[in-house]
């Protein structure tokens, strides 16, 4: 088992929430497409803060066309999701399409590699370390204690960092 491993943060978010919705009690499949939206999101969020993306604009008159109905929000890492039950379960939202559970589970696979294993292993230690109510409250806090740890603004963009796996385990026995 590995005891840290170089990867962007933006996997890191995407698995680790995707630990934290399986223990609050949503299916593997359903945690893959909220955790790798929410990881999305945080992404897109931090590069319109750094002025890499600019906010969209929506002309009113689109926006009134949109449809009503079955999207939702869900609140994971202390952040609200865009989701929807589809015929497979619950899949997060981006944009009008739907976040497949095997797009994450590739996605995944692909940053992390031979070690997405251990990580989510250590992860979940760290998620059933806590009752699921105080795990919502302090997801988000706890990914900001393990995350690798990246170049300040735009040089961190992208960057990769040492994501410890000893730090998760630890942080499961406090």
């Known amino acids: 088992m590995p005891a840290a ?4 943060r933006a996997p890191v978010l995407a698995l680790w929430a995707a630990v934290v919705a399986q223990r609050l009690g949503f299916r593997w499949d359903e945690s893959l497409s909220l955790g790798k939206a929410l990881a999305v999101l945080n992404a897109q969020s931090k590069g319109r803060r750094l002025g890499i993306f600019k906010p969209h604009e929506e002309p009113t008159k689109d926006a009134r066309e949109r449809e009503r109905g079955e999207q ?11 989701a929807k039950n589809t015929a497979d379960g619950i899949r997060a939202v981006s944009g009008r ?26 992860m ?21 204690e393990f995350r690798p740890v990246i ?11 040492v994501l410890d796996l000893r730090k998760i385990r630890s942080l499961a026995k406090e």
Do not use: Q
Request: charged residues 25%; aromatic residues 10%; hydrophobic residues 45%.
């Open 5 to 8: 491993l170089s990867i962007n």
């Open 72 to 82: 939702f929000w869900i609140e994971l890492c202390g952040r609200r999701v865009p």
């Open 97 to 122: 399409a739907v976040v497949t559970a095997e797009s994450a589970e590739a996605y995944l696979e692909t940053k992390f590699g031979d070690h997405l294993e251990a990580a989510r292993a250590a």
């Open 124 to 144: 979940t230690t760290l998620a059933h370390a806590y009752p699921p109510r105080e795990l919502a409250a302090e997801a988000f806090a706890l990914y900001e």
């Open 151 to 161: 170049p300040e603004g735009v040089k961190g963009w992208g960057a990769k960092g």
